[in-house]
């Protein structure tokens, strides 16, 4: 059974930048399709990024494009959030997820795993 393991969030400043990281506990999710959701108290899981199984691929929800950047590196089994110009409304638990196909997906219900989550904070 595969792991997903986020980490890499914390407190940070509005303006500020934050590496979100995702490990896998094995390959198994080296043919799969990634994303990244978050959910801010009080509201639905909401699609953030997601990025197909070679990396050729990637969607951002319109709330993050231009601010951040969803990598993989498949050799090391991680996947990777880049997030610039951090704003308070981006509060949330970050979570990532590995898709059932290959290219990846901005439905929630299309990922069969899902890491714990890590906390992202941006104070105004």
């Known amino acids: 059974q595969g792991r997903l393991t986020e980490s890499g969030g914390g407190l940070v400043q509005a303006g500020g930048s934050l590496r979100l990281s995702c490990a896998a506990s094995?390959?198994?999710?080296?043919?799969?399709?990634l994303g990244w959701f978050r959910q801010a108290p009080g509201k639905d899981r909401e699609f953030v990024a997601t990025?197909?199984?070679?990396?050729?691929?990637?969607i951002y929800a319109d709330a993050v494009k231009g601010r951040f950047t969803v990598s993989r590196d498949n050799a090391q089994n991680t996947m990777y959030l880049q997030m610039n110009s951090l704003q308070p409304e981006d509060t949330a638990v970050y979570y990532c997820?590995?898709?059932?196909?290959?290219?990846?997906?901005?439905?929630?219900?299309?990922?069969?795993?899902w890491g714990q989550g890590t906390q992202v904070t941006v104070s105004s």
């Open positions: 997820a590995a898709d059932r196909g290959a290219s990846g997906s901005s439905y929630a219900s299309n990922y069969r795993y």
């Open positions: 094995s390959r198994m999710f080296s043919n799969n399709g």
């Open positions: 990025i197909s199984w070679n990396g050729g691929r990637t």
